[in-house]
């Protein structure tokens, strides 16, 4: 078993706080940035900051889904989710970046052993870097209109 990880950037004509304050609200800004590989998606506890508690359902391939009840912490410049249902984490950190923002997401988990974990190593980066992008993607339109 190895470190699986993906990890996508994008620059966001907005201030840093703006930018957290918009990646912390799981009530309204998440659910309206999600890409359609994000179903079933529900605030379980808080919905603001620190300590909201979510579910979704990841469907990363038409045939690979991953059921996701994360658990977010807040620091001034970093969202983060825990899964409590596998090992993985994403974060989202923003730093000052010319007039706006620089935002980074990066998820990490540990891959499976032997071929299996090979191609997932090889491919599910690939894939959830799709995802990613689409989501700062969205992010970027809803802060910048």
Do not use: C
Request: proline share 3%; net charge negative; glycine share 10%.
């Amino acid at each position: 078993m190895g470190q699986v990880s993906a990890t996508q950037s994008i620059d966001i004509a907005a201030e840093p706080d703006a930018v957290v304050a918009a990646l912390a609200d799981y009530t309204e800004v998440r659910p309206a940035i999600l890409p359609s590989q994000y179903r079933d998606y529900a605030v379980i506890s808080g919905g603001n900051g620190d300590g909201t508690v979510v579910h979704w359902i990841l469907q990363a391939t038409e045939k690979r889904q991953r059921d996701v009840k994360a658990t977010v912490s807040v620091v001034p410049d970093t969202v983060t989710e825990n899964d409590e249902n596998s090992s993985m984490v994403t974060t989202y950190t923003v730093s000052k970046s010319g007039s706006g923002s620089s935002v980074t997401t990066t998820t990490t988990w540990t891959g499976a052993g032997g071929i299996g974990g090979f191609f997932e190593k090889t491919f599910a980066p690939k894939g959830l870097n799709r995802i990613q992008a689409e989501l700062l993607g969205n992010l970027k339109k809803r802060l910048e209109s």
